[in-house]
């Protein structure tokens, strides 16, 4: 009881708020890297699950040479990656390996979610005459759009989790505060820590849920205004 009182404490200092090394610089860095390492991994995935679920072939080897990433653990691949000529490129190691951490939810849930449409509709659609690349936009990644949302949400949380492997690479993020925390053996800090990357990620996975219930009402105002 005593130590999470300690950690209260620490976390209510205003001191530990400010500065270079205050808990502010540390959650924007930690939203920046991953935003960044989102965006890239959105970049790679997404594309590749929605054109081999559009065409139906092949998904089924990326899925599972995606999930090879699943197994492997994000720090020993961070630690890998250090020792390779990428390593000495500031954030890269990190930004590499969080986002070969992403890519399979990203993967997985887009390819799902458009094999999943309704194989009457698509060939309704290409009855009236619509094109493969119509069909694609106009058709079934609409309708897979849940599950793709789906898969950027459990990156989006795994990221703010694992965005703390950063500070042993050397850079920065939340995770800063429970190394230095390890470094000066004050317990209280590491708890504290650890106690904003979990509030952090449930506020993101909040974002989502808030996201979701939001978006089929402005999608019926939209259409009932046009």
């Not at 808990?23 to 991953?34: D, F, G, K, V, Y």
């Not at 986002?99 to 849930?109: C, D, E, K, R, W």
């Not at 060939?123 to 936009?137: E, H, I, N, P």
Request: aromatic share 6%; glycine share 12%; proline share 4%.
């Amino acid at each position: 009881m005593n130590t999470l009182t300690d950690a209260w404490s620490w976390l209510t200092d205003a001191d530990h708020w400010s500065g270079a090394d205050g808990i502010w610089h540390r959650l924007t860095e930690h939203l920046l890297l991953t935003v960044i390492c989102l965006a890239v991994s959105c970049l790679i995935a997404l594309p590749v699950a929605l054109v081999l679920g559009h065409l139906g072939k092949g998904g089924a080897l990326a899925v599972n040479i995606s999930n090879v990433g699943r197994a492997v653990p994000t720090f020993a691949v961070l630690v890998l990656l250090l020792l390779t000529p990428l390593g000495r490129y500031g954030e890269g190691p990190t930004v590499v390996a969080l986002v070969l951490f992403a890519v399979p939810p990203l993967l997985t849930n887009a390819y799902v979610g458009m094999r999943g449409v309704d194989r009457s509709i698509v060939q309704a659609a290409r009855g009236m005459g619509m094109t493969g690349r119509q069909m694609l936009w106009r058709v079934e990644a609409p309708l897979a759009l849940p599950m793709i949302v789906n898969g950027v949400r459990i990156a989006a949380v795994q990221l703010v989790a694992t965005a703390t492997i950063a500070a042993l690479a050397g850079g920065g993020g939340l995770g800063r505060i429970i190394t230095a925390g390890f470094n000066l053996a004050s317990t209280p800090q590491v708890v504290a820590g650890a106690v904003l990357v979990a509030v952090f990620a449930l506020l993101v996975e909040a974002c989502f849920e808030v996201g979701e219930r939001l978006a089929p009402g402005l999608a019926r105002r939209k259409a009932a205004a046009t």
